[in-house]
């Protein structure tokens, strides 16, 4: 027994691990866009400027048109609060559109966590990485992942939904049936020995059509901006 659990244990570090590198390289890759823009800015601003001198009002029309599609590409989309929830929730939304699902996300962090950016990362990016997976299954046009994070007194609450094809899913215990792979049963070890160590709570529900995560996670009430 002792030899199994160690051998799940390794499991999963090392699938964490791998987690991690996926999180912060989409992360990466987010900035790096925003940086390039920046860079380009000065670029831009020459090229209208030019159009101006010209008098091309039309040309000037047409290049606004295009810089105001491609910033679209490279904005954050979500100001919690916090900045390791902002670059994960916004990197996973961006691949999360680019495999056409639909995010609706009403996020909030008015004060200071206690939870490490490590833990915040892999509940975060396991949740959206499984609401993903799930979305998939769905016709485009179907695909929808609802995200909600707010403080509840002095605990953060986080509540991920995706639509699901079929009936609601069999319970195994504190978790339900799944045919995905061993990558996301130990996502969702991951998530629940987080939760249990930070002496939180987690629920999952699953309905005709839709699967909920919730999870509460006690926090320090100390308020990021000064009053």
């Known amino acids: 027994m002792k030899f199994i659990l160690k051998r799940i244990d390794r499991q999963v570090a090392s699938y964490q691990r791998e987690l991690l590198e996926t999180h912060y390289q989409e992360v990466d ?3 790096k ?4 823009w920046r860079h380009d800015y000065r670029n831009h601003i020459q090229t209208l400027k030019a159009y101006a001198a010209a008098g091309d009002l039309e040309a000037i029309g047409r290049y606004l048109d295009l810089l105001d599609e491609d910033l679209t590409k490279v904005d954050t989309v ?7 929830a902002d670059a994960i929730l916004n990197s996973k939304i961006s691949l999360a559109n680019a495999k ?16 490490s950016e490590i833990d915040l990362c892999c509940i975060i990016g396991n949740l959206f990485d499984n ?28 509540s991920f939904t995706n639509f699901t094809a079929g009936k609601k899913l069999a319970r195994e215990g504190k978790r339900f049936h799944t045919t ?20 939180g709570y987690v629920s999952r529900n699953s309905e005709d059509g839709a699967f909920t995560t ?14």
């Open 29 to 31: 890759n987010m900035y």
């Open 33 to 36: 866009k925003m940086r390039g």
């Open 78 to 84: 979500i100001k919690t609060g916090n900045p390791m």
């Open 100 to 115: 056409q699902i639909k995010v609706v996300a009403d996020a909030h962090i008015p004060v200071k966590l206690k939870i």
């Open 131 to 158: 609401a993903i997976e799930a979305s998939l299954q769905l016709p485009e046009g179907q695909r929808v992942i609802r995200v909600y994070m707010d403080m509840k007194n002095t605990q953060l609450y986080l």
């Open 180 to 199: 995905k792979g061993e990558g996301h049963g130990l996502g969702l070890r991951r998530i629940d020995a987080i939760v249990e160590r930070l002496g």
């Open 214 to 227: 919730e999870i509460l996670l006690p926090q320090e009430a100390i308020c990021n901006s000064s009053p």
